[in-house]
């Protein structure tokens, strides 16, 4: 009875450990839990891999939202990507408890290295890759974007330096892209001390401000950046519509291709920017852009 007992519990064990890293397939994904792509000063960072049944697919990198201060991996908004033949990498970063920036955009670098490194090994491509966040995951899905050739903000988390952090596409949900801009017209969030701005850049962008610029997309933007899709709510309070106007100004004085999304009454965030006509047209956008993208 004690061996029966004993088999049963390890079994039991065995089949708790496989549920933590792989789950079952639903609709062809394959999901994979809690793979560590780096770590920095004994915190581990760690992905979560939504695979389709397509081999080669593109890939595209969720960042998540959460002031910089809270949010998790586990928060993943674009999972149903992979019905449409795209992988998904739902990635974590260490948050302003952690770390200032720019420990953030090194960390969402340092996993697309790791995820270009390593894509032979999980059957995903390593040349299409696109970015995607909402809200501080937007900011620094749009950062990646722009800063592709911007050695400070690229940092050597997790190593595979010979791996590019470049992507082919961005989408970007209700996102910052100018601080400087926020200083000025949202003061109480980018300035005042204990804001989620002023975690971030360790001081207010007022004070701040060769890190604020350092830190806003809308400053990097060349000539070579990939496509923008951007979604933002005209309602919301919390990031304004400016800061998506900004980035689609600048691109556009650049001759860039963004497309802004202005959802009329919409918040900060909810669940209308990712069902419907929205998410069709960010699954038309992306396999636009990464089908046929060379990396």
């Known amino acids: 009875m004690l061996s029966s007992r004993c088999e049963l519990a390890t079994l039991v064990a065995v089949a708790m450990l496989l549920t933590t890293s792989m789950l079952h397939a639903e609709d062809g994904q394959k999901v994979i839990k809690d793979i560590e792509f780096a770590q920095v000063d004994g915190h581990s960072l760690k992905l979560d891999l939504y695979l389709p049944q397509e081999k080669n697919a593109p890939m595209v990198v969720w960042i998540h939202g959460g002031g910089w201060h809270a949010g998790s991996k586990d928060g993943c ?3 149903w990507l992979t019905k449409h033949g795209i992988a998904v990498a739902s990635i974590s970063y260490r948050l302003t408890d952690k770390a200032t920036f720019p420990a953030q955009i090194h960390d969402c670098k340092g996993a697309i290295r790791w995820l270009r490194a390593n894509a032979d090994k999980y059957g995903y491509s390593a040349d299409k890759f696109g970015v995607a966040g909402s809200s501080a995951g937007g900011h620094l899905a749009a950062l990646v974007g722009t800063s592709g050739d911007v050695k400070a903000l690229e940092g050597d988390v997790g190593g595979n330096l010979d791996q590019s952090s470049r992507v082919s596409a961005v989408v970007d949900y209700y996102g910052a892209t100018d601080f400087i801009l ?6 109480h969030r980018a300035n005042k001390k204990g804001s989620v701005v ?3 850049l360790g ?4 004070q701040k401000v060769d890190l604020a ?5 809308a400053f990097h933007v060349t000539e070579d950046d990939p496509p923008f899709l951007v979604i933002h709510g005209d309602k919301d309070n919390t990031v ?8 689609q100004k600048v691109y556009g004085e650049a001759g860039l291709p963004l497309e802004l999304i202005v959802i009329e009454g919409g918040k900060h965030g909810g669940s209308e920017f990712y069902k419907g006509p929205r998410r069709k047209r960010v699954i038309e956008f992306l396999t636009q852009h990464l089908q046929d993208s060379d990396g």
Do not use: C, F, H, N
């Not at 926020?182 to 003061?187: A, H």
């Not at 001081?203 to 007022?206: F, K």
């Open 240 to 247: 304004l519509l400016d800061q998506s106007e900004r980035i």
């Open 182 to 187: 926020r200083s000025k017209t949202q003061p």
């Open 77 to 79: 908004r674009v999972e």
């Open 213 to 217: 610029r350092q830190a806003s997309a």
């Open 203 to 206: 001081g207010g962008a007022d």
């Open 198 to 200: 002023y975690k971030l």
